[in-house]
């Protein structure tokens, strides 16, 4: 059975909760998408409010509403240490784009792995997904080992069409 989309998806690992977003988490989600530290290698225009993160909490749920996007806060031992998205997707053609974050001081411990590898098994399992795209950074080494451990596959010959650092991995079902 395909996912409806009805009740936000939460998702247990040995060591992590991965939950929806709320308006209560407007300050976890300010300090994620302001850190220069976090978002070193990423292209987009860094949150610069409170405002402003309470209106990507808003654009997230209304995504999600359509289909489009399920964005997951990471949280380990009640404190929200990253995020992880299912983007773009598009279920007609079976595909989504992953992207994430994480607070350096929770870098190198296997965190982001875990949390991948249980979103990867959503979306292949729930979301019926074929193929999920990551686009990372050319200096992101962190991230290339990561996406190189659970079996994505780099596309030397694709570029992403709005950021010309980022290159593209693949990982087919």
Known sequence: MKFNFTSYPILKTQRLLLREATKDDCKSVFELRS???????????????????????????????????????????????????????????????????????FQQKGIMSEALQTVLEFGFKKLHLKTIEAFTHKNNIASKVLLEKHHFIFQPNRRCKVYSFNRIWRLDN
């Open 35 to 105: 850190n220069k530290e976090i978002n070193k290698f990423v292209g987009t225009k860094l949150v610069e409010t409170l405002q402003e993160a309470n209106d990507f909490i808003e654009k997230c749920d209304n995504l999600y509403q359509s289909n489009n996007r399920v964005f997951w806060l990471i949280e380990y031992q009640k404190e929200i240490i990253g995020s992880i998205v299912l983007h773009k997707i598009n279920l007609e053609n079976n595909y989504a784009e992953i992207g994430y974050k994480l607070k350096p001081e």
